[in-house]
């Protein structure tokens, strides 16, 4: 197999996860493939500790370098929102293969750009949806599509979390338009809408709300000038599905008390299924036909405990019910990566970046129309 060198910009908190997922998947599949290249950040101190302790062969200053050089095969971004476009479209330019952290850009026809040019170009072009490699969100896709839930009819979900909910936490990139794009609408539920992509397919209409609660943060820590919060604290709307089915969706960065509450419910006609992100081992499923049999006295909603029969547990653990986290979905992310490399097919495409970001720009435009959107 031959190996391919990578070369990453960004040396913060993702940096660092997608190379634990590279050094992760070299050790769980066994996979010789990933040479740690290459690493670029603004910030030359971190940049180059990175590079010492992730185990790069080289810290350049100028991102350009790493993707202009000719011992680079893979551009991996992991970037602030508002540098993805450019970053991602030089590098196709270069004919390299590219993974960049969600989102692909700020804007749906950047996104779509860069898919065009990506397919074009015959490259791989990964978006880093890392809760589509959820075993749980695999094993709904299976329910779904296999028809054992029947036709969906609805689907209930939110993301949230309240890391922002304070106040006094200063004024950051996440909260500026231009940084970032949407609020807790980009950063939180996109995740909710990949999986819903996978599992459900398009969204075709939206009517939605927001809100931003705290609207001026500090400039810096402990400083009484403040500053404009320009996107969504909270975002609500409506959704309606190719497929027929219809939803209400929703996300909050200041939702007291939720820390990661990644939550969803798809109704069928034949059965339902649950799932919460807060406790990613269990997957709640009701069967229909588990009632008619037990004519209602003891039927109910059963707990799937995730196994080594669901796909990606099994790489992980010997049993049912032992945890899995956040950084085994990276692994598992970093490993179909290292696939696709290989020619083997995946899901998170910037095709599917793209049509995420649609549904973005739709929800966004209807927040300002108070009308239903086409996506």
């Not at 339902?272 to 909603?301: C, I, T």
Request: with cysteine.
């Amino acid at each position: 197999m031959k190996e391919v060198r990578i070369g990453l910009i960004g040396a913060g908190w993702m940096g660092h996860a997608h190379t634990r997922a590279y050094h992760n998947a070299k050790m769980v599949f066994g996979d010789d493939l990933p040479i740690l290249r290459m690493i670029s950040d603004v910030n030359e101190a971190q940049g180059r500790k990175a590079a010492q302790d992730m185990g790069y062969e080289e810290f350049v200053s100028d991102w350009h370098k790493v993707i202009e050089s000719p011992d680079v095969d893979l551009v991996d971004v992991a970037t602030p929102n508002c540098m993805h476009y450019e970053m991602v479209k030089e590098a196709l330019k270069h004919k390299k293969h590219v993974f960049c952290e969600k989102p692909l850009s700020l804007t749906a026809t950047e996104s779509e750009e860069l898919a065009k040019l990506a397919q074009e170009n015959g490259v791989v072009n990964y978006c880093g949806f890392s809760n589509v490699m959820n075993p749980a969100n695999q094993y709904v896709k299976e329910l779904v599509q296999s028809g054992a839930l029947g036709r969906i009819m609805r689907v209930h979900a939110t993301y949230d979390q309240d890391m922002l909910l304070d106040p006094k936490i200063p004024l950051a990139w996440r909260h500026i338009r231009k940084l970032a794009g949407s609020g807790a609408l980009g950063d939180l539920c996109s995740h909710l809408l990949s999986v819903f992509q996978i599992i459900l397919g398009d969204i075709d209409e939206v009517m939605g709300m927001d809100a931003t609660v705290i609207p001026e943060r500090p400039l810096k820590p402990g400083s009484k000038e403040m500053g404009k919060v320009e996107n969504d604290d909270i975002i609500t709307f409506m959704a309606h599905f190719a497929n027929g089915a219809i939803g209400d969706i929703s996300s909050s960065r200041v939702a007291t008390g939720r820390k990661n509450y990644f939550y969803y419910e798809i109704q069928g006609t034949e059965g339902s299924v649950v799932y919460d992100l807060e406790r990613m081992g269990e997957v709640k499923v009701y069967f229909k036909s588990d009632a008619d049999k037990l004519q209602g006295r003891d039927a109910g909603f059963r707990t799937v405990l995730l196994n080594p029969q669901h796909w990606g547990y099994r790489y992980f653990q010997p049993a049912g019910g032992i945890a899995i986290a956040f950084d085994d979905m990276k692994t598992l992310q970093a490993h179909v990566l290292m696939q696709a490399l290989q020619g083997e097919k995946y899901d998170c495409n910037f095709a599917l970046g793209a049509k995420v970001d649609r549904v973005i720009a739709a929800v966004l435009k209807s927040v300002e129309s108070r009308q239903w959107e086409k996506c």
